[in-house]
């Protein structure tokens, strides 16, 4: 409800004709995301809005409008990538690691790491045991939000694999945090064994898979 009166007199103030049209295509999302931009943009206030307001009754050029200003906004910040870059970039890295590390993750035996289409559903990255697949891996790039259905989607493609594979990895970036103790209830709920969850932090000086639960022994994960 708070979001909503904070969208609805954000409108009101910087684009009064759009507020009182009521046929205007204009979403919660929308407006929130125009009201962030306004604050981190505040020397170009004007002019942003002198450019929406003329796309704005256009919802796929105004769209286009904010995601080039909230681009900005991000690069004038040093934060911005693009999010496949981004996602391409941890999984890189990620593999790179596994690769020279693979023996001190999985001991001894007939281990090599490809890319996930040995499996189904496809995973990001797959350990192979002698010739078949035995750990599918999914990696999860940084991200500003999680919703609890993205959770609960990811643990469904995971229990899909155990007939496959014998273990499910998770490897996030650090930004996944937070978000732990959600994956932890949610597999919970769903029963799923045979997952273990680690963070991955590329820029670490000493990269390394942190387990979420100290307590797994070198066993449990491999």
């Not at 155990?162 to 732990?180: E, F, G, H, Q």
Request: hydrophobic residues 40%; proline residues 5%; contains cysteine.
């Amino acid at each position: 409800m708070r979001k909503v009166l904070v969208a609805t007199e954000f409108i009101r103030l910087h684009f009064p004709d759009v507020f009182l049209n009521g046929e205007q295509e204009l979403t919660l999302t929308d407006a929130l995301k125009m009201r962030t931009i306004f604050t981190k943009n505040v020397d170009q206030v004007e002019k942003m809005t002198a450019e929406i307001l003329e796309s704005i009754h256009n919802n796929e050029s105004f769209k286009k409008a904010i995601s080039a200003y909230e681009k900005a906004a991000a690069v004038e910040a040093g934060g911005y990538i693009n999010p496949a870059q981004k996602a391409s970039s941890f999984r890189s890295a990620l593999r790179l690691h596994l690769e020279e590390n693979l023996a001190d993750y999985m001991g001894p035996g007939d281990f090599a790491l490809f890319g996930g289409k040995v499996v189904t559903p496809h995973a990001d990255l797959t350990i192979m045991r002698n010739g078949l697949p035995h750990v599918a891996i999914e990696t999860r790039p940084g991200k500003r939000g999680v919703q609890v259905r993205e959770i609960y989607e990811l643990l469904g493609v995971c229990g899909l694999r155990l007939k496959p594979v014998a273990k499910n990895w998770i490897i996030c970036d650090p930004s996944w945090t937070r978000y732990l103790q959600q994956i932890e209830k949610c597999r919970s709920d769903v029963s799923l064994k045979g997952l273990s969850v680690g963070i991955f932090d590329p820029d670490s000086s000493r990269p390394q898979v942190s387990w979420s639960d100290s307590r797994q022994s070198f066993a449990d994960k491999n």
